[in-house]
Structures are given as C-alpha cells and as structure tokens.
C-alpha cells in the first residue's frame, strides 16, 4: 500500500488549499478513505471520511470549510480546503479505512498564517 499526499503548502488565513493523495496497491474504487491532520503537539485527527459510493462525513471542526471527494480512475482522494484558519495549520494524510489499514503515508503540510 503506498499512499502519497500533496498539494500542502503556505496559505494566508482565509484562503484555499486543494491536497490530493495518490494511492497504489490497493482496489480504490471499492475503498473507504478518509484525511488526517496531525498538529504540532497533537494526536492525529480524523477530518472526513469518503465511502465508496461516494457519501461523505465530516468533524465539526471542518464541515461547511472542507470537502473530500475522490476520482476512482485516478485512485486519488482530494481534500478542498476553503476558509482556512491558523489552527488549520497541520501536517495531512490520508489512509484507507474500509478496509482496515494501518498503512500511512508521507503527509503533507499545511501551514496558514499571514
């Protein structure tokens, strides 16, 4: 299993960031995927769940800010991430999470500040 996210870089507070993660190794398509976020000082943190046929679910945190979506002939997950804030500022990863995994992937970060 290898899972690849990018996209991360430096964005000022309110903007938008759109992270990608490519995988390989597993049947994606038929894959439940979610994004973490890891910050500094902190226990990783599911942010949003993307089924395979496509329902989604989101913390509170980020809902109405972030959406996941996926593109099963890529077998990439996107994250789109608007409105960003400072406490946003992580490192992200995604991972599959039906069926159960324990493989990560190299994150990217995110860091929003102005």
């Known amino acids: 299993v290898q899972l690849q996210a990018s996209g991360g870089g430096l964005v000022q507070p309110g903007g938008s960031l759109r992270l990608s993660c490519a995988t390989s190794g597993i049947i994606f398509s038929s894959a439940s995927m979610g994004w973490y976020r890891q910050a500094p000082g902190e226990q990783r943190e599911l942010l949003a769940i993307i089924s395979a046929d496509g329902s989604t679910v989101y913390i509170d945190s980020v809902k109405d800010r972030f959406t996941i979506s996926r593109d099963n002939a890529k077998k990439t997950v996107y994250l789109q991430m608007n409105s960003l804030k400072p406490e946003d500022t992580a490192v992200y990863y995604c991972?599959?999470?039906?069926?159960?995994?324990?493989?990560w992937g190299q994150g990217t970060l995110v860091t929003v500040s102005s």
């Open positions: 991972k599959r999470i039906l069926p159960p995994s324990t493989a």
